[in-house]
């Protein structure tokens, strides 16, 4: 009998004389439920609020130098996938803590101070839509992308107090 991947996850086949046996999951494999989902969509949709605007601020540099004019057509792009996966994580976050049970004062802090950031984080992307001036918009994207790292930051701490 075969084996493929890692011992405690994967499917088994035989091979030779006997017929071989269908794909088998072993039992050792995780089950897939509605929260793993909602946790899934949850860091999904972190992943592209914040890797997409770290990704836009480091091709803002080059794209000045060679394709200036591509700049706003690639954020107006980016908009329509960030503020959608912003919705998510409003959504998917509630949700979550519809679901969640009683949890110590240092969680609901930790807690608070993350909601205070996601503020911050929405705020500083909107006005760096909104604002023309090019100092003012550097400043927001900043403040915008380091309040959603810490965000990210609180959020994990969360799930690892758990
Ligand atoms: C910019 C917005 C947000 C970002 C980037 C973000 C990011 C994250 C990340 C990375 C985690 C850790 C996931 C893991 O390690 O499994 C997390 C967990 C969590 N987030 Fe958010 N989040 C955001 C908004 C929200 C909002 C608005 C809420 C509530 C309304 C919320 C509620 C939660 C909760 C309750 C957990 C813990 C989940 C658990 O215990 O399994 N988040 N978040």
Redesign the pocket.
């Known amino acids: 009998m075969l084996r493929s991947g890692s011992p405690s996850t994967f499917c088994r086949v035989t091979t030779g004389a006997t017929a071989p046996v269908p794909l088998v999951l072993d039992d050792s494999v995780l089950s897939i439920d509605i ?1 793993v989902i909602r ?1 899934t969509l ?2 999904l ?2 992943t592209i ?2 890797g997409g605007q770290i990704v836009l601020q480091a091709l803002v540099g080059p794209l000045r130098r060679v394709a200036p004019a591509a700049i706003a057509p690639a954020a107006r792009a980016f908009a329509w996938v960030a503020w959608p996966a ?1 919705a998510v ?2 959504l ?3 949700w ?2 519809a679901g ?1 049970g009683e949890e110590s004062d240092a969680w609901k802090m930790t ?1 608070m101070v ?2 205070v ?2 503020l911050v ?2 705020v500083g992307a909107a006005l760096h839509t909104f604002l023309k001036n090019p100092t003012l918009k550097g400043i927001s994207a900043a403040i915008g992308l380091v309040s ?1 790292l810490g ?2 930051l ?3 701490s ?3 107090a ?1």
Do not use: R
């Open positions: 929260d946790v949850h860091v949709a972190a609020w914040v912003f994580l409003i998917t976050g509630g979550m803590l969640a807690l993350k909601m950031l996601v984080s929405g959603a965000v990210v609180l959020g994990v969360i799930v690892e758990g």
